[in-house]
């Protein structure tokens, strides 16, 4: 049987490009200018957690040689581009492509996730809403719905029979319901 871990994703405002002010904006107006520099310092604790498990879990050079990682917003493409996406980003000391460029450098495979389309298609929403365009839920709700469909065929046909994979996925995403969805079976826990 295939095992999944998941890590769910808590978004570092670096990850998120031209939508960083903004998303920085709605965190003051909603929490105040200290909700958002603690909301800074709480993503930071929180990434140093999920370092810390990791290395308890995948401790076992043969463990982590043998995994299969899966990073949300990762596109569907050649290896050597998901090696140079993850380094360039690592590079810009985003927590989450750190941690999945040990991994990589340890022997970990790293595969693509998603559907350019898709993702494009998400960005330009919130590129749209960013501007003053009001949110339709229903719009929202169909993107990351397909993306999740997306994201579990490529854990389907990349993670073995009895393979291990590392999944960070985004909180609002449902693997569960993917998977089921497209009756694949593989056990997903959370890390």
Same mark, same amino acid.
């Given at each position: 049987m295939r095992t999944l871990y998941?890590?769910?994703?808590?978004?570092s405002s670096e990850e998120l490009g031209s939508l960083k002010d903004w998303a920085l904006a709605?965190?003051?107006?909603?929490?105040?200018s200290?909700?958002?520099?603690?909301f800074t310092q709480s993503v930071h604790e929180y990434w140093q957690e999920v370092e810390r498990r990791i290395?308890?879990?995948?401790?076992?050079?043969k463990t982590v040689k043998g995994l299969h990682v899966f990073v949300d917003s990762m596109p569907d493409t050649h290896d050597e581009l998901i090696?140079? #996406?993850?380094?360039? &980003?690592?590079?810009?000391? *985003?927590?989450?492509?750190?941690?999945?460029?040990k991994l990589m450098h340890c022997g970990a495979h790293v595969h693509a996730t998603e559907d350019l389309s898709l993702l494009l298609a998400e960005r330009?929403?919130?590129?749209?809403?960013?501007?003053?365009?009001?949110?339709?839920l229903d719009k929202e709700a169909a993107l990351l719905v397909g993306r999740d469909n997306y994201i579990a065929r490529c854990i389907d046909a990349s993670l073995p029979q009895d393979g291990i994979g590392l999944l960070f996925l985004g909180q609002l995403h449902n #693997?569960?319901?993917? &998977?089921?969805?497209?009756? *694949?079976?593989c056990t997903v826990v959370d890390l």
């Open positions: 998941h890590v769910p994703l808590v978004h709605q965190r003051i107006r909603q929490y105040g200290d909700g958002a520099q603690a290395e308890k879990k995948f401790s076992d050079v090696r140079r #996406i993850i380094s360039e &980003l690592a590079g810009k000391n *985003i927590s989450l492509y750190a941690t999945v460029e330009a929403y919130w590129q749209r809403v960013a501007a003053g365009q009001p949110r339709d #693997i569960h319901g993917a &998977l089921e969805r497209q009756s *694949i079976r």
